[in-house]
């Protein structure tokens, strides 16, 4: 089907050149104890997929450079950062995801639930009252995150207020149209049922792969070998320097750090998606 008047290109895919900023070079984010798996990386373990796609982005300087050299008050430079990172507000803390105050955009994140108020005489619907653990206020409506029955969710609320009564969710029909419909019964289910099946945008085994990429990429931005980066982060053994080149942990070893890459540079987006969009 068509789409008018949608970039979903820039949407989806981000830069033309998917390593442009993104070498190995130091960037905002520290790389100094990428060593230290249980005290530095411990936390990646219980992020979303929302969350663990900003871990990608804030290792991006191009991104850390385009946000520090606009404008906050420029209304246009700010949807010009929204439409190319995806970020409803720029975030230049480069602080990790448990700490930073990060809302996609409901153009890139289908799990971003658009609220509205709703009464409409016979119908039934849900009711909900939401205190917030974060909020931020746009045009558009207030941007919030918020537990229901233990777990986490972003949502947009379009009359500018924490909800607190009855609500419709709105669901564009969109190419994420499937995803956003999975998110919809998630939160049915935590506000209706009080109990929500997990995010499972990312398998157990995919959320694994993706934390060693983050460990190879730091490591190698400090300046780490692909042998080091095996030794530290798969655990192999440090006397496999005659036999290095012919091992199957080699090419794994290169490609999480060139997958990783490749996320950094704006294939995070994917990390919000389990469908393909269609």
């Not at 246009?76 to 700490?99: C, E, I, K, Q, Y």
């Not at 009855?166 to 969109?174: G, I, K, M, R, S």
């Not at 939160?187 to 995010?199: C, E, G, I, K, N």
């Not at 990429?217 to 012919?246: L, M, N, P």
């Amino acid at each position: 089907p068509r789409y008018p008047d949608v970039n979903f290109a820039a949407i989806f895919h981000g830069h033309a050149d998917p390593l442009h900023g993104v070498g190995e070079e130091i960037g905002m984010v520290a790389q100094g104890n990428w060593r230290d798996a249980e005290k530095k990386y411990r936390y990646l373990k219980d992020l979303n997929a929302a969350e663990l796609a900003w871990e990608f982005l804030r290792r991006n300087s191009d991104y850390q450079k385009e946000v520090a050299a606009s404008d906050p008050l420029d209304d246009r430079a700010v949807a010009a950062l929204n439409a190319h990172w995806g970020l409803r507000f720029p975030d230049t803390s480069g602080l990790p995801a448990t700490n930073a105050d990060i809302f996609w955009s409901p153009a890139v994140d289908p799990a971003a639930i658009i609220l509205t108020p709703i009464v409409v005489p016979g119908l039934i619907t849900a009711t909900i009252s939401v205190d917030p653990i974060s909020a931020r206020s746009a045009e558009e409506g207030l941007y919030l995150r918020f537990v229901l029955a233990g777990e986490r969710f972003a949502a947009i609320a379009l009359d500018g207020k924490a909800p607190r009564g009855p609500v419709a969710v709105l669901t564009p029909v969109d190419p994420l149209l499937r995803d956003r419909v999975d998110a919809l019964y998630r939160f049915r289910d935590a506000l209706v049922h009080h109990r929500a099946a997990p995010d499972d945008r990312l398998t157990a085994q995919r959320k694994r792969h993706l934390i060693e990429m983050l460990r190879a990429i730091d490591g190698r931005r400090a300046g780490a070998t692909y042998q080091d980066i095996a030794e530290d982060v798969f655990g192999a053994e440090r006397d496999i320097a005659i036999s290095w080149k012919s091992m199957p942990l080699r090419d794994v070893v290169m490609r999480r750090v060139r997958t990783g890459f490749d996320l950094v540079a704006g294939g995070y987006r994917t990390l919000l998606h389990k469908h393909r969009a269609r």
